[in-house]
C-alpha cells in the first residue's frame, strides 16, 4: 500500500510525510498555539491533494473537516477518537449523514447512534513494543496507574483501592493545567513517597518496566472511556487489570481472564486477591490474539476494500 500522512513535521512514519506544522501540537510549549488554525492549514493540505488518493481516512473527533469533501464523502472514513455524546455534535452530524465513520469502540459508536457506521475496529500496538514479564517481580509488590491526572481518570480512587487492599500504588500521570487544582485537592495529599508514590509522567521507552514490574493496573475512571490504550499496554507486559464498567472497558477487558470488571471500590477491592492470581502469560495472550497491530492493520484494510468497492459502484450508477 501506498500510504501518505498528513502531520507534524516531527512525526516518525514509514509513510511519505506532509508535515502541516513544524511540532506536534502535544509538544508544542508556546501557550497560545491554536489547534483550530492547525486542522485547517492541515486540511487545505490534504484538499490540495485529494485526488491522489483511492481513499483518505481521517483522524479527527470535531468533524471539521466534513465541509472540505462534502463533496467526496464516500472517498473517506473517520476515526473519531473522543467522546461522541457532546449535545452539538449529532445536530452537527446530522448535516453530513453520508461520511462514513469507524468507532475506536462499540461503547464509543453509542454517543452518536444514528452515524454511518462501517463498523469498529480496536486499537492495536505492536507485539515487540512491550517485552511481557511473567515472573514477579523481587521486592513489594505494586500497582501501577497510568493516565492523566484529572477527575475523569480517577487517580483519588486508584489511591484508595490501594490502601484498603495494602498494596503500594505507584501514578504515572501528566498534569495539565485544567487538572491542577484536582491534583492540589484530591490527590497530592494522599501521595506520601512511600505507600503512594508520584513519579511524574514517564516516557514511552520507560513504560515497559514501570507497567510490567505492576502486580497490576488500577483503571478507575468515571466517564466513558472511547478505548484507554493504557489498558492494552498494561496487557502487552502481561499485567492484569482492575477496571470500572464504564465506556470500552466492558469490550477491552475479559472477565476473570485479563482483569476484573467491577463498578464500585468495594467490588475493586474485592476482586484483587483474584486478579493478583491470574496468569500473566494468558493475560499476553490475549493481547496478541485481539490487539496487536497487525490484527488492526488487518481490519483497516478490510475497511478500506469495502469502501473502494462501494465507491466504485457509486460512481458506475
Given at each position: 500500500?501506498?500510504?501518505?500522512?498528513?502531520?507534524?513535521g516531527d512525526?516518525?512514519?514509514?509513510?511519505?510525510?506532509?508535515?502541516?506544522?513544524?511540532?506536534?501540537?502535544?509538544?508544542?510549549?508556546?501557550?497560545?498555539?491554536?489547534?483550530?488554525?492547525?486542522?485547517?492549514?492541515?486540511?487545505?493540505?490534504v484538499?490540495?491533494?485529494?485526488?491522489?488518493?483511492?481513499?483518505?481516512?481521517?483522524?479527527?473527533?470535531?468533524?471539521?473537516?466534513?465541509?472540505?469533501?462534502?463533496?467526496?464523502?464516500?472517498?473517506?472514513?473517520?476515526?473519531?477518537?473522543?467522546?461522541?455524546?457532546?449535545?452539538?455534535?449529532?445536530?452537527?452530524?446530522?448535516?453530513?449523514?453520508r461520511?462514513?465513520?469507524?468507532?475506536?469502540?462499540?461503547?464509543?459508536?453509542?454517543g452518536?447512534?444514528?452515524?454511518?457506521?462501517?463498523?469498529?475496529?480496536?486499537?492495536?500496538?505492536?507485539?515487540?513494543?512491550?517485552?511481557p514479564?511473567?515472573?514477579?517481580?523481587?521486592?513489594e509488590?505494586?500497582?501501577?496507574?497510568?493516565?492523566?491526572?484529572?477527575?475523569?481518570?480517577?487517580?483519588?480512587?486508584?489511591?484508595?483501592?490501594?490502601?484498603?487492599s495494602?498494596?503500594?500504588?505507584?501514578l504515572?500521570?501528566?498534569?495539565?493545567?485544567?487538572?491542577?487544582?484536582?491534583?492540589?485537592?484530591?490527590?497530592?495529599p494522599?501521595?506520601?513517597?512511600?505507600?503512594?508514590?508520584?513519579?511524574?509522567?514517564?516516557?514511552?521507552?520507560?513504560?515497559?518496566?514501570f507497567?510490567?514490574?505492576?502486580?497490576?493496573?488500577?483503571?478507575?475512571?468515571?466517564?466513558?472511556?472511547?478505548?484507554?490504550?493504557?489498558?492494552?499496554?498494561?496487557?502487552?507486559?502481561?499485567?492484569?487489570?482492575?477496571a470500572?464498567?464504564?465506556?470500552?472497558?466492558?469490550?477491552?477487558?475479559?472477565?476473570?481472564?485479563?482483569?476484573f470488571?467491577?463498578?464500585?471500590?468495594?467490588?475493586?477491592?474485592?476482586?484483587?486477591?483474584?486478579?493478583?492470581?491470574?496468569?500473566?502469560?494468558?493475560?499476553?495472550?490475549v493481547?496478541?490474539?485481539?490487539?496487536?497491530?497487525?490484527?488492526?492493520t488487518?481490519d483497516?484494510v478490510?475497511?478500506?476494500?469495502?469502501?473502494?468497492?462501494?465507491?466504485a459502484?457509486?460512481?458506475?450508477?
Amino acid at each position: 500500500h501506498d500510504v501518505t500522512l498528513f502531520a507534524s513535521g516531527d512525526t516518525k512514519t514509514s509513510a511519505k510525510l506532509v508535515p502541516c506544522r513544524e511540532r506536534a501540537l502535544r509538544l508544542d510549549p508556546r501557550p497560545l498555539k491554536s489547534e483550530t488554525a492547525a486542522h485547517l492549514s492541515m486540511l487545505s493540505e490534504v484538499r490540495k491533494r485529494a485526488h491522489d488518493f483511492d481513499i483518505i481516512h481521517f483522524h479527527l473527533s470535531h468533524f471539521l473537516h466534513f465541509s472540505f469533501f462534502e463533496h467526496m464523502p464516500e472517498r473517506t472514513v473517520t476515526t473519531p477518537h473522543g467522546r461522541l455524546d457532546y449535545v452539538d455534535l449529532a445536530p452537527a452530524y446530522e448535516r453530513f449523514p453520508r461520511f462514513p465513520m469507524i468507532s475506536v469502540s462499540r461503547s464509543q459508536s453509542t454517543g452518536l447512534a444514528n452515524a454511518n457506521w462501517l463498523t469498529t475496529i480496536h486499537h492495536g500496538l505492536p507485539t515487540a513494543l512491550y517485552k511481557p514479564v511473567f515472573e514477579t517481580s523481587p521486592g513489594e509488590p505494586y500497582l501501577a496507574f497510568l493516565g492523566r491526572m484529572s477527575r475523569d481518570k480517577r487517580p483519588d480512587r486508584a489511591i484508595e483501592i490501594a490502601l484498603r487492599s495494602g498494596l503500594k500504588l505507584k501514578l504515572a500521570a501528566k498534569i495539565g493545567d485544567d487538572d491542577r487544582a484536582y491534583f492540589r485537592e484530591m490527590v497530592e495529599p494522599l501521595v506520601d513517597g512511600d505507600r503512594v508514590e508520584y513519579v511524574g509522567e514517564i516516557e514511552e521507552d520507560k513504560k515497559a518496566e514501570f507497567l510490567g514490574k505492576a502486580a497490576g493496573l488500577v483503571f478507575p475512571i468515571d466517564w466513558p472511556e472511547p478505548f484507554g490504550l493504557a489498558v492494552i499496554e498494561a496487557m502487552a507486559c502481561g499485567t492484569p487489570v482492575i477496571a470500572w464498567s464504564s465506556g470500552a472497558m466492558p469490550e477491552i477487558v475479559d472477565q476473570g481472564v485479563t482483569g476484573f470488571i467491577v463498578d464500585s471500590m468495594e467490588g475493586a477491592v474485592a476482586s484483587m486477591p483474584g486478579m493478583l492470581r491470574l496468569d500473566r502469560r494468558k493475560v499476553r495472550a490475549v493481547f496478541e490474539r485481539r490487539f496487536s497491530a497487525e490484527r488492526m492493520t488487518r481490519d483497516y484494510v478490510s475497511a478500506y476494500a469495502r469502501l473502494i468497492g462501494a465507491s466504485a459502484e457509486a460512481r458506475a450508477s
